[in-house]
T-cell receptor, first 110, second 112 residues
Framework: QKEVEQDPGPLSVPEGAIVSLNCTYS??????FMWYRQYSRKGPELLMY??SSGNKEDGRFTAQVDKSSKYISLFIRDSQPSDSATYLC??????????WGAGTKLIIKP | EAQVTQNPRYLITVTGKKLTVTCSQN?????MSWYRQDPGLGLRQIYY???????DKGDVPEGYKVSRKEKRNFPLILESPSPNQTSLYFC???????????FGDGTRLSIL
């Protein structure tokens, strides 16, 4: 079992829909959680960085952490075609190296 | 503008011909890292460096070398490239290990 699992998709939704992207992890000691967005032919860019359980909101994006279930989510409200990208979760391990999910490809249809 | 710059962006070469991919960051970051990204496998770390003259292996270091002689530069060296090193490579930097990383725009390598 990989330490961080993420459904590769693609996930295709209509414009304006609420999108839910998820990762599960295996090590209950993980404490920090990151979401990155990667456009085609570009490097990943940091979207959200959370520490504790609960929700963190930034504009249309909400990151949610459920440590009891070892499950993290990224919600996108009022999705736009410009949100079409691959979304990656990343979690620092006990050696402070980032463990990456495989990424979920998201397609927002106009 | 804060950035990580990789060169070249694209390279097609042949097996066994040594090549270097350069990486430079202008944010005075201590930590730098190289990844390769392959379909279905996600980002895999090749090497990382926590400071000048300090480098360590990541998950897939075989066939690669790195050096960190200056804080801003972290070149990736393929001394004898092989076709299985055909991939998309990313350099990244951050203030320290475990912190959010800034990425370059990638180098697409094709080894024939």
């Amino acid at each position: 079992q990989k330490e961080v699992e993420q459904d590769p998709g693609p996930l295709s939704v209509p414009e304006g829909a609420i999108v839910s992207l998820n990762c599960t992890y295996s090590n209950s000691a993980f404490q920090y959680f990151m979401w990155y967005r990667q456009y085609s032919r570009k490097g990943p860019e940091l979207l959200m960085y959370t520490y504790s359980s609960g929700n963190k909101e930034d504009g249309r994006f909400t990151a949610q952490v459920d440590k009891s279930s070892k499950y993290i989510s990224l919600f996108i409200r009022d999705s736009q075609p410009s949100d079409s990208a691959t979304y990656l979760c990343a979690i620092p391990d006990s050696n402070y190296q980032l463990i990456w999910g495989a990424g979920t490809k998201l397609i927002i249809k106009p | 503008e804060a950035q990580v710059t990789q060169n070249p962006r694209y390279l097609i070469t042949v097996t066994g011909k040594k090549l270097t991919v350069t990486c430079s960051q202008n944010m005075n970051h201590e930590y730098m890292s190289w990844y390769r990204q392959d379909p279905g496998l996600g980002l895999r770390q090749i090497y990382y460096s926590m400071n000048v003259e300090v480098t360590d292996k990541g998950d897939v270091p075989e066939g690669y070398k790195v050096s960190r002689k200056e804080k801003r530069n972290f070149p990736l060296i393929l001394e004898s490239p092989s076709p299985n090193q055909t991939s998309l490579y990313f350099c990244a930097s951050s203030w320290s290990e475990g912190q959010p990383q800034h990425f370059g725009d990638g180098t697409r390598l094709s080894i024939l």
